[in-house]
C-alpha cells in the first residue's frame, strides 16, 4: 500500500511539473527521499503529507482523505499488506498511474468491465459482509474504475476469466445478455484483450484466488500483485512472490483460445440461450 500512496503522489507531483528537488524542499528533505517515498520504499508522516498536498493545491476538502490514507498505510505491518473491505484503502490505487492490468478471475465478470445493472447486482450479493454504506461505496468504485479503463489514455487490459464465470447470471438473465454483450463490444478495442478459459483447463485446481498484476507507467515503480479474497484485497510487491504470479498469468494464457476465439465464444453464449 506505500506503493500505491507513493504512485498517486508522485503522479500529482508531475501533473504540476514540480520537480523533485522542490518537493523535497517543502518537507525539508532531499530529492531521493521524494523518489523512495514516490516508490513505496519508506514511509511518510502525515505532516510531510500535509506539506506535499499543499504543494500540489489539494483541496482542503480532498486532503482530509488522504491523510487517512496515510494513517491507515503506515499502520500496515509485513510485506503482505492488506486491504480489509472496511478500510476504503482500495480506493488509493490510482488506474491513471496504470501501464498494463493483467487479470486471472474465475468468480463473475471482472469488475472494471461490469454494466452498471451487473454491478449493482454483484454488489448486493456481498452486502451481508461489511457495514451500512459499504455496498454503494463498492459500486462508486467499479463504475469509476470502469471510466477509467474506458477513458482517455487507458492501460492495457489483458482478462483471463473461466467460462463458469462467465455462465452465473448475475443480476438475471437479461442483465446478464446485456453484460456478454458489452464484453463482446469491449473485445473489438484495441487495448483490451479477453481469453476464455475452458473448464476442462481445470485452472481453479491449482489457483485458489483470483489476482491481478498491475504493471505502473513509471519505469522506476516495481509490479503490484492483487490477491481478491473473500476479507479484502492483498497487495504484494516483494521480488520472491511477483516471479511466481508472472509465470502463473503467463501459464494461464496458453491455456486458454486466443483473443480471437475467446471472442467467438462469447458470441456463442449467446446464441446457446435466445
Not at 520537480?19 to 502525515?46: N, P, V
Request: net charge negative; charged share 20%.
Amino acid at each position: 500500500m506505500h506503493l500505491l500512496l507513493g504512485a498517486r503522489l508522485r503522479r500529482m507531483r508531475q501533473d504540476l511539473d514540480i520537480k523533485q528537488q522542490a518537493a523535497g524542499a517543502a518537507i525539508y528533505a532531499s530529492a531521493s527521499k521524494i523518489s523512495r517515498l514516490e516508490t513505496g520504499l519508506t514511509s511518510i508522516t502525515e505532516t510531510d503529507a500535509r506539506n506535499l498536498l499543499r504543494l500540489y493545491h489539494v483541496p482542503e476538502s480532498e486532503q482530509a482523505q488522504y491523510l487517512t490514507w496515510v494513517r491507515q498505510v503506515n499502520a500496515i505491518r509485513g510485506f503482505t499488506e492488506e486491504d480489509s473491505p472496511e478500510s476504503g484503502l482500495d480506493a488509493l490505487l490510482d488506474f491513471g498511474s496504470v501501464a498494463t492490468l493483467r487479470r486471472y478471475e474465475h468468480r463473475c465478470v471482472p469488475d472494471i468491465l461490469q454494466t452498471e445493472q451487473y454491478a449493482c447486482a454483484a454488489s448486493e450479493l456481498t452486502k451481508h459482509l461489511g457495514r451500512p454504506g459499504e455496498v454503494e461505496q463498492a459500486h462508486t468504485l467499479r463504475l469509476e474504475r470502469r471510466a477509467a479503463v474506458l477513458g482517455a489514455a487507458p492501460p492495457t487490459v489483458w482478462l483471463m476469466i473461466e467460462d463458469s464465470a462467465l455462465r452465473r447470471r448475475i443480476g438475471g438473465t437479461a442483465v446478464w445478455r446485456a453484460q456478454i454483450a458489452e464484453l463482446i463490444d469491449l473485445t473489438r478495442l484495441r487495448h483490451i484483450i479477453i481469453q476464455i478459459i475452458p473448464d476442462d483447463a481445470h485452472v481453479p485446481a491449482f489457483c485458489a484466488n483470483s489476482f491481478t498484476i498491475l504493471r505502473f507507467r513509471d519505469p522506476d515503480m516495481p509490479d503490484v500483485v492483487c490477491l481478491h479474497q473473500l476479507t479484502g484485497t492483498h497487495y504484494l510487491s516483494t521480488t520472491t512472490l511477483l516471479p511466481q504470479f508472472q509465470y502463473l498469468a503467463n501459464h494461464i494464457s496458453t491455456l486458454a483460445p486466443t483473443p480471437t476465439h475467446s471472442r467467438t465464444l462469447l458470441e456463442s453464449l449467446l446464441r446457446e440461450d435466445p
